[in-house]
C-alpha cells in the first residue's frame, strides 16, 4: 500500500486554529483566525466550527471543559480570509459556563453556534456500542491510493491532490470513498478510520486536551453528508452536485487524545426538500464513545445523476 505523501501535514489544522485576539467590537472578547486553502469556492466548514470553539474555550478560565455546541453556517466563507469571532460571555457558574459566538467577514455576521462547558462531576455511565465487524484501518487504502489512477467529473489536479494529502487527516472509507463514485449498495451507512497525518502541534493559547477537542469538530465536517449521498447515489464529482453545511450540533462525551485511530460511523437520518441529514459518532480503538455529531447540509444535484 502506498505511503502517506510526504507533503501531507497535521499543520493546515493546527495553523486554523491558531488565533490572534484582538480587540471587542460586539460582545465581551475577540480573536481572529485565517480560514486555509480548499478546492472549493467557499471556505471549508470544519475551519468556522473549530475556530469558534478555540475562541469560546480561550474565554473560559476555570478548568470547565466543552461539553456541546451547536452552530448555524450564515453565509459563505471567503477562503485564506481572516474572520473574526466575537465571544459573549453569558454565564459562569459552578457547574457550567455558557458562551455565544458570533464569526464576522467583510462586516457581516457569517457564523454563530451557542457553546456549553462542564466541570463534570461523579455518575453513573452508559454509552452506545461501537460497530462491530469494521476491518481496521491499515487494511484499507488511503485517499491517496483511491484516487491514484482515476479521474472524471468535476475533480481536478488540485481537488485530487486536497482529497488525497491536504486535509490534515488520513481518512479511510468503510465502503470506499463517495469521491468519483458510489460504490456497492446505496446504504444510508458508512465508517470512516480518522488520524492525523503527523503529531499535532502545539497551539498557542490551549491545552493539549482543547487543542484535540478543537481537532474532532474541525474533521467531523468532512464527511457527514456522504451518507445522504450514498442513498442518492451521488459522488462528489459528480455534475451539477452543489452541497453546504446548515447546521451543526456535537457533543463531546469524554476526553479524547488525537495520535491513534478512531472510528467515525455515520447513518443519513433523512433527506428531504433539498436538505440530508446526518449523525456520526466517533470510538477510540478500544470501544469507548468520545463525541456525537449531527448536522444538516443543503444538497442540490441539478445535473448530477442520481
Known sequence: M???SAQATSA??????????CGAEVFDLAFTATTQPCPWPKAYGGDMVAQALVAAARSVT???????MHSYFMRPVDIGAEVRYEVEVLRDGR???TRQVRGFQNNKPVY??????AAGEPSGRFQAMMPADIPGPETLPTSADYLADRTGGTMTETSKAYWSGGRSFDMRHVPGPVYLSVEGERSPHQAIWVKPYDALRPVEGLTGGQRD?????YVCDYTILEPALRVLGLAWADEGLVTASLDHAMWFHRPVEMDDW???AQEAVSVEDGRGTGLGRFFTTDGALVATVVQEGMIRAT????
Not at 445535473?303 to 442520481?306: C, E, F, N, P, R
Open 262 to 264: 478512531l472510528l467515525y
Open 62 to 68: 476555570d478548568g470547565k471543559s466543552m461539553h456541546s
Open 303 to 306: 445535473g448530477a445523476s442520481s
Open 12 to 21: 493546515v489544522f493546527t495553523d486554523a486554529i491558531t488565533l490572534t485576539e
Open 2 to 4: 502506498t505511503p502517506v
Open 213 to 217: 477537542t478543537a481537532a474532532l469538530a
Open 95 to 97: 457547574g457550567y459556563s
Open 112 to 117: 454563530v453556534c451557542m457553546a456549553s462547558f
